[in-house]
T-cell receptor
Framework: GAVVSQHPSRVICKSGTSVKIECRSL??????MFWYRQFPKKSLMLMAT?????????EQGVEKDKFLINHASLTLSTLTVTSAHPEDSSFYIC?????????????FGQGTRLTVV | GDSVTQMEGPVTLSEEAFLTINCTYT??????LFWYVQYPGEGLQLLLK?????DKGSNKGFEATYRKETTSFHLEKGSVQVSDSAVYFC???????????FGSGTQLTVLP
């Protein structure tokens, strides 16, 4: 299966600072990256879809200026949480799209546990 | 649009008990269906899948059968272990979508 590396796995930051989360597809080229957010005891909610070489598509209710997404290459997408606040504390997970055989499976990064204090 | 309805948790069982987690779906066409598992502090892992009606996915003693007539994909295991404690997500991928639609997740705790 596809190998997806997400970093960092855990991060604690102070309110007002920014945090960058990286997601790398190690053994294939991902033209698309899905970014999910998981609230405590809730399901995964799609936040945005990044596309290599073009602007990301954000789901309704997700602030574009707060959650900056960059898809610089076919193997790297980043999510930056800007001016973080405690309510941004959550579990963030990436999943590459554009994979051959996506109709039979999806792969995920290990996730990033963000805690804003 | 597509949706997945999953049994509310949390579920607490004793070791070796029988497990059922219900999952029903709404989708256009003929979706692929999945169960993902999330162990504490980790990301999602595919547990099993089924891509067409009447298919049975199985892995690690877990099973789920794709029932088109009832639009269901219930997860079962005959004898759970403490190590099965995790959150289980039912999900679907319909033909036109590129991302998964997830159910709300069910927290399972197995006591020794």
């Amino acid at each position: 299966g596809a190998v997806v590396s997400q970093h960092p796995s855990r991060v604690i930051c102070k309110s007002g600072t920014s945090v960058k989360i990286e997601c790398r597809s190690l053994d294939f080229q991902a033209t698309t990256m899905f970014w999910y957010r998981q609230f405590p005891k809730k399901s995964l909610m799609l936040m945005a879809t990044s596309n290599e070489g073009s602007k990301a598509t954000y789901e309704q209710g997700v602030e574009k200026d707060k959650f900056l997404i960059n898809h610089a290459s076919l193997t790297l997408s980043t999510l930056t949480v800007t001016s973080a606040h405690p309510e941004d504390s959550s579990f963030y997970i990436c999943s590459p799209g554009g994979q051959a055989g996506l109709n039979t499976e999806a792969f995920f990064g290990q996730g990033t546990r963000l805690t804003v204090v | 649009g597509d949706s997945v309805t999953q049994m509310e948790g949390p579920v607490t069982l004793s070791e070796e008990a029988f497990l059922t987690i219900n999952c029903t779906y709404t989708a256009t066409g003929y979706p692929s269906l999945f169960w993902y598992v999330q162990y504490p502090g980790e990301g999602l892992q595919l547990l099993l899948k089924a891509t067409k009606a009447d298919d049975k996915g199985s892995n690690k003693g877990f099973e789920a059968t794709y029932r088109k007539e009832t639009t269901s994909f219930h997860l079962e295991k005959g004898s759970v272990q403490v190590s099965d404690s995790a959150v289980y997500f039912c999900a679907l991928l319909s033909g036109s979508a590129r991302q998964l639609t997830f159910g709300s997740g069910t927290q399972l705790t197995v006591l020794p």
